[in-house]
């Protein structure tokens, strides 16, 4: 006899909120683990996990029509480009609505993912509110701690036992370093990125901003506006920046008209149309990008060119040395700085999931669908891309494509036919985006719309009979348990009748 799975989802972010929906959708039984004390992700500023980049002045980049769920559009009157604590609050709201919020365990930090028989054994630490003793260690460098505090937790250890599992944890929370950074010693205040929340930290202060991502050029913004000096800007590359509206409308609207052309036509029309719209970015001295727009991921900024223009952010090339204070940069030129803000991105962390799953590095693991684990479709990941648009349309389709696939309605592909999917894919990302995290990159436009008729192949597969996902009855006590046991723990090797997630309890 067949029964549903049980299904636990690691994170409570947008991928891990839209997964667990798409799972309670199809009557699976779910449990989300989330390391901090709310949903929300890296939208949620101040999550007491310590691992939210989110800042102040943080915005949406993509617009609000091309970036809602379309299962829960967001209010008509919002703004094009909300905050981050309207994404925050809809994101609550979404989570509450669908009843995710009632499968969250918060404060859950997920230490080890074990595959023991036909189940998987998930191990985390019950941080009690969610709090994250560790969060500063990767950032700090002796100069300045992460956001999240510890708040008392007893550090106990539970277990669950799962039949499946779907890692929904996020990539932009691990800070990446310069390795190896210049040579020399800089004796004032450096920084991550992830570590910026108001721009107040920066008053009276010389900056230094190192990056031309979003949230370099967001920093380098706020920070001149009560910096002691012009704020400078460093990059060894270039990229093309996009602001957020082109002629009246949203950049991001524009690229959707042009969705059904070929990437390399979309390419050519639309750096004609930034090219007339705001120049390029070498006019205002800044570097000369290094591939063509859809090739590097763009920045998108409304702002930056006006405090370019207006002298109050100033371009520097690559650093080549510290001496002190005095920053040396490849042009010949030097300057004083009291805080250095690297924001050099992030790098993907599973810290969790062993070697012999991931390969070593997370960015080049091979997923069917960018979903599915090639040795075992029993692990999935959700949100592990990076896209050229929006990530919530991604997750929320990619979750319905994980729920088909653990409901029985979906069958995958033979697997050798995915590894030619997986090798197909690789070699048309390095061929458009070189080899840099060539496994996770994403077409935006180009894969939403190809999940649902993947999930629509998959369920004609199953109709001619190729396997589907299934798992055997699990017997379970009489006795079911209560509402208010739902989140107390089992004896090891048994199964709630109400909850067929079985729960270990160590001292």
């Known amino acids: 006899m067949k029964r549903s799975p049980t299904v636990v989802v690691i994170g409570a972010g947008a991928a891990g909120l839209a997964t667990a929906k798409s799972l309670l959708d199809d009557g699976i039984d779910v449990t989300v683990l989330e390391k901090g004390d709310r949903p929300g992700g890296l939208w949620a500023i101040d999550n007491a996990s310590g691992l939210s980049p989110a800042y102040d002045s943080l915005h949406l980049n993509t617009s609000r029509r091309r970036t809602e769920f379309v299962d829960f559009p967001m209010p008509s009157d919002w703004p094009d480009y909300p905050s981050a604590a309207s994404i925050e609050g809809y994101l609550r709201d979404y989570a509450d609505t669908f009843g995710v919020t009632d499968v969250i365990r918060f404060g859950a930090e997920v230490t080890d993912l074990v595959r023991t028989g036909d189940a998987w054994r998930v191990t985390y630490r019950d941080l009690g509110d969610g709090a994250d003793s560790d969060a500063s260690a990767d950032t700090d460098r002796g100069a300045r701690t992460g956001r999240g505090a510890p708040a008392g937790a007893d550090d106990s250890t539970d277990t669950l036992v799962a039949d499946a599992v779907i890692v929904a944890n996020g990539h932009n929370w691990c800070p990446r370093w310069p390795d190896p950074g210049p040579p020399g ?16 930290r920066f008053a009276g202060e010389r900056v230094l901003v190192v990056g031309m991502g979003n949230s370099a050029m967001d920093i380098a913004v706020d920070a001149s506006y009560v910096a002691a000096a012009p704020v400078l800007l460093s990059a060894r590359r270039g990229v093309h920046v996009v602001p957020k509206y082109l002629f009246g409308r949203p950049s991001d609207a524009t690229g959707a008209r042009l969705a059904t052309l070929p990437w390399r036509m979309r ?18 001295g800044l570097p000369e990008p290094s591939g063509g727009l859809f090739q590097n991921h763009p920045t998108i900024s409304d702002t930056i060119h006006h405090r370019l223009t207006h002298g109050e952010v100033v371009p520097r090339p690559g650093i080549v040395r510290f001496d002190g204070r005095t920053v040396h940069f490849a042009d010949g030129s030097a300057d004083e700085v009291d805080t250095l803000v690297w924001a050099t991105g992030y790098r993907v962390s599973i810290p969790f999931l062993g070697s012999e799953w991931t390969g070593g590095d997370p960015e080049r693991m091979p997923l069917y669908q960018r979903v599915f684990h090639l040795e075992d479709p029993s692990l999935m990941f959700v949100g592990l891309m990076q896209s050229t648009g929006a990530a919530l349309p991604v997750v929320e389709q990619q979750a319905k494509l994980a729920a088909a696939h653990l409901a029985g309605r979906y069958a995958l592909p033979a697997r050798t036919e995915q590894q030619r999917a997986v090798a197909r894919s690789r070699a048309a990302a390095i061929d458009r985006w070189g080899d840099s995290r060539p496994m996770m990159r994403i077409d935006f436009d180009e894969y939403v719309n190809a999940l649902p008729k993947e999930v629509a192949a998959g369920m004609e597969r199953a109709r001619r009979g190729s396997s589907v996902y299934a798992v055997a009855t699990r017997p379970t006590p009489t006795t079911p348990r209560t509402s208010a046991q739902t989140h107390a723990p089992l004896e090891a090797g048994t199964t709630p009748a109400t909850r067929t997630l079985t729960e270990e309890t160590a001292p």
């Open 185 to 200: 010693d800089f004796t004032g205040l450096q920084m991550h990125a992830r570590d910026h929340r108001a721009a107040q």
């Open 267 to 284: 390419q050519r029309i639309a750096q004609t149309m930034l090219r007339i719209a705001v120049g390029t970015p070498q006019s205002y």
